[in-house]
């Protein structure tokens, strides 16, 4: 029996990485499932290159989306997301207020990376989109993954030692960066357009890959159209909107959700504009569909 990392997931075959870089096509014992990228999972080696997973070791974190239908796992023992946004095509504020939501509530630290700045018509445009997330305190870094150079300088503070996840809509560049900062990668990437056409993401599966010295993990993830968080209690939303906090104190009642209760502390911030207005309205959506996930 032996310890390793699950680096690629295809439905229920594995790809783990053993501590001598070996790879092994591994596959969960009887019908569970429910193993993600970034787990580390106990092994019956079988042959010369399979084995059999046993076990699913305590993770540190897992990040997921889920809705009334069904819920999907992005990755495991995270330490930080890299939310990818472009100058073109537009991103969803709704979608990147949501993966902030998920990486706090899961106590993942959140990045924002703008990228395709040399698309310089818009990129004012997606700066002020931005700015009333970069006023939390998420860092924004600004970057055009076509730069090879500059990319791994501009990220290579934030990525040194730690596995990161890069997670963003189809066609904002997570591929192209990835191959920036992972050569050997060869990630296939593809005009948006095109991946549009042929209606399906250009990356199909989420896989873990190795950055060159001085080291760390980055996890590349198929766009995603989608993010819902019905998983989460109130208590975990809360925590996605850290600016309720300063406000949240004023709230006459412990229990208070924030919406219709006489003496809310956030209703009367975003009343007063403390609070940006898209921001409560994302947590008024995220609220109501995990009431109505609670009566299912
Ligand atoms: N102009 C410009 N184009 C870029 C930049 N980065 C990526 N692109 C292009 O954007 C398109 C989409 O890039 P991908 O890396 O495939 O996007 P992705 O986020 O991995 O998409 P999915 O795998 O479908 O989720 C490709 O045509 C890239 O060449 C950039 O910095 N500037
Ligand atoms: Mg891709
Ligand atoms: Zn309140």
């Known amino acids: 029996m032996t310890e390793g990392r699950i680096i690629a997931a295809h439905g229920r075959h594995y790809r783990v990485e053993f501590p001598d870089a070996s790879v092994r096509q591994c596959f969960p014992r009887g ?4 193993a993600a990228v970034g787990d580390y999972v106990r092994i019956t ?12 070791l305590p993770r540190r974190n897992l990040l997921y989306r889920s809705d009334e239908m069904r819920s999907k796992q992005f990755a495991a023992n995270v330490d930080q997301l890299l939310i990818v ?14 993966a902030l939501a998920g990486a706090w509530s899961a106590d993942i630290v959140p990045l924002i990376v703008l990228n395709k700045t040399d698309l310089v018509d818009g990129l004012a445009a997606a700066r002020e989109r931005l700015a009333p ?25 934030y990525l040194t030692g730690k596995t ?5 809509q189809s066609g904002m560049g997570k591929s192209t960066l990835l191959n920036a900062l992972v050569p050997e990668a060869l990630a296939a990437t593809q005009e948006y357009s095109t991946a549009l056409d042929m209606g399906r993401h250009t990356t199909t599966s989420t896989r873990l890959y190795h950055l060159p010295e001085p080291g760390g993990d980055l996890i590349d993830s198929p766009g995603f159209q989608a993010f819902g968080l019905s998983h989460l209690s109130r208590e975990e939303i809360v925590r996605g909107f850290p600016e309720f906090l300063p406000h949240i104190e004023h709230c006459r009642f412990y229990n208070c959700s924030h919406r219709h209760e006489p003496g809310c502390g956030v209703v009367a911030a975003a009343r007063g504009g403390q609070i940006a207005p898209q921001r409560y309205a994302l947590y008024q959506r995220i609220l109501h569909e995990h009431e109505t996930a609670q009566r299912y």
């Open 31 to 34: 019908k569970k499932a429910g």
């Open 45 to 56: 080696l079988q042959g010369q290159d399979e084995g059999a997973i046993d076990a699913v």
């Open 85 to 98: 946004v472009a100058v073109e095509p537009t991103f969803s504020d709704d979608l990147t207020g949501r």
């Open 133 to 157: 997330l970069q006023a939390l305190d998420v860092p924004v870094v600004e970057l055009s993954a076509k730069e090879p150079q500059a990319v791994r300088e501009r990220l290579a503070p």
């Open 164 to 168: 990161s996840l890069l997670l963003g």
